[in-house]
């Protein structure tokens, strides 16, 4: 006796089934099967498939851009999801505003975008030194390890140096760059000092003085206004990581003005991958 799978013996049953009462004892008839949510196209990707899903070479990979990224990390923080990937266990890879996702689900979303495919977790690698990983930092993720997860590689003292042109870092700010390199980009947009001096003016017509945003201290009430400004600076808080669209202009609402304290406080969490409330 042969034993068919059940999917092939539950068709045979319904096919006689079909047939009883008529002359045709065992022909097979002509089905329509509906897949209601499912387009032809993928119905036709399951049938006709081989084998289980492949590795895709790297220059289909990085045919994943800046904006699927960006659109995935969107559909994320919306309350959609990607259930052909499960919750990370070893890494995350964190917005802009310090919001934890799952780095193979933002990849896996930006895949199907940018390949019109259904991703799944063997189509692609993750982990340092994976194009998936370097691809989401390019677009201004922070990947951090979780407890389970590999320390991040030390980067290249050269490249660090090189990173450095143009731009001291004090001891504290090398040790954070030393930690993730992506940050000297944020750090040097903050020292511009056209852009300071802007925010510092418009949130003084605003509120007709300079105090922080975060904890609220007055300079003014302790130093007057003539010191008041030297507390008070100008952090990038909504886009400040280190790869920006092209032709980007920063906001007067991309800025946020923090006491000298609150300010360090947040690179040190930027740094460490720490969540940060926009």
């Known amino acids: 006796m042969i034993a068919y799978p059940p999917s092939q013996r539950d068709f045979d049953e319904l096919v006689r089934a079909m047939n009883e009462g008529s002359s045709s004892h065992g022909a097979w008839r ?14 036709r990707e399951i049938i006709e498939r081989k084998g289980g899903i492949v590795r895709l070479p790297a220059s ?17 923080l ?6 052909n990937f499960a919750p990370s266990r070893d890494y995350d890879a964190f917005t802009d505003a310090g919001l934890p996702l799952a780095p193979k689900k933002v990849f896996g979303l930006a895949l199907e975008e940018a390949l019109g495919i259904e991703a799944y977790p063997g189509h692609f690698s993750a982990g340092w030194g994976q194009i998936s990983f370097d691809l989401l930092e390019e677009a201004g993720l922070w990947i951090t390890p979780k407890k ?8 290249d003292p050269k ?4 990173g450095l042109t143009g731009f001291v870092p004090t001891e504290e700010e090398r040790s954070w760059i ?21 925010k510092r003016a418009a949130f003084m017509a605003e509120h ?11 300079p003014m009430e302790k130093y007057g206004p003539e010191a008041a400004a030297a507390c ?24 946020k003005c923090l006491c000298a304290n609150c300010h360090r406080v947040l690179h040190r969490k930027l740094a460490l991958g720490i969540a940060i409330p926009v």
């Not at 389970?148 to 980067?155: I, L, Q, T, W």
């Not at 993730?180 to 802007?198: D, F, M, Q, T, Y």
């Not at 990581?241 to 800025?255: F, Q």
Request: hydrophobic share 30%.
């Open 30 to 43: 002509r089905l329509l099967i509906e897949t209601p949510g499912t387009s032809a196209v993928r119905v």
């Open 60 to 76: 289909e990979l990085r045919k994943v851009t800046t904006a699927h990224i960006h659109n995935a990390v969107q559909k994320l």
């Open 78 to 83: 919306s309350g959609g999801d990607a259930p």
């Open 148 to 155: 389970e997860g590999v320390a991040r590689p030390k980067p």
């Open 159 to 162: 490249k660090i140096e090189l």
């Open 178 to 198: 030393e930690g993730n390199p992506k940050i000297v980009s944020h750090l040097k947009r903050e020292r511009a000092p056209g852009l300071a001096r802007e």
């Open 208 to 218: 007709k003085r300079l105090f922080c945003e975060d904890c609220k201290f007055d």
């Open 232 to 255: 008070i600076e100008v952090h990038h808080h909504r886009t400040h990581v280190a790869n920006m669209e092209p032709g980007h202009k920063t906001s007067m609402e991309d800025l």
